[in-house]
């Protein structure tokens, strides 16, 4: 009889102990996600709706494969191109229109009164690039008061 080798046998269980070895870090990884949707689901009043923890998918060996999409359909008939058009006349100049009177009328139109509150406002004093925010612009070149 001849010496038989050890090989075939080698691959399988290598093979056998591969895929455990998958099957042990993908569960893992599970309860990896599951430990921190856990942990942060814990939190207090101002904590955060955690969301669903995302699934490792792994590809189907056996999928059948996707129907190609379908490509539109051309038009039958071609379109006829439109008949050219003169160019127009150049149009006066136009008036500015006022959008409170209506269109059409040349006379000039009445001021406008605001609405709400007639009281006449102050206007706003502008202010100073130095005293905005009454902030020094650069504390640390500013000499510190006793």
């Not at 539109?72 to 149009?91: D, E, I, K, S, T």
């Amino acid at each position: 009889m001849g010496c038989s080798s050890s090989k075939p046998d080698n691959k399988v269980s290598e093979n056998k102990n591969a895929s455990d070895a998958n099957k042990q870090r993908e569960l893992a990884e599970k309860k990896a996600i599951l430990a921190k949707a856990a942990k942060g689901a814990g939190g207090g009043i101002n904590s955060k709706p955690q969301s669903k923890p995302e699934e490792i998918k792994k590809p189907a060996d056996n999928q059948a494969p996707a129907p190609a999409p379908v490509a539109p359909v051309a038009p039958a008939a071609p379109v006829a191109p439109a008949a050219p058009v003169a160019p127009a006349a150049p149009a006066a100049p136009a008036a500015p229109v006022n959008s409170a009177e209506p269109k059409g009328n040349n006379e000039p139109a009445a001021p406008v009164e605001p609405q709400g509150n007639s009281e006449p406002t102050a206007p706003a004093e502008p202010v100073k690039e130095n005293e905005a925010n009454n902030a020094p612009d650069n504390i640390e070149n500013k000499p510190a008061e006793s």
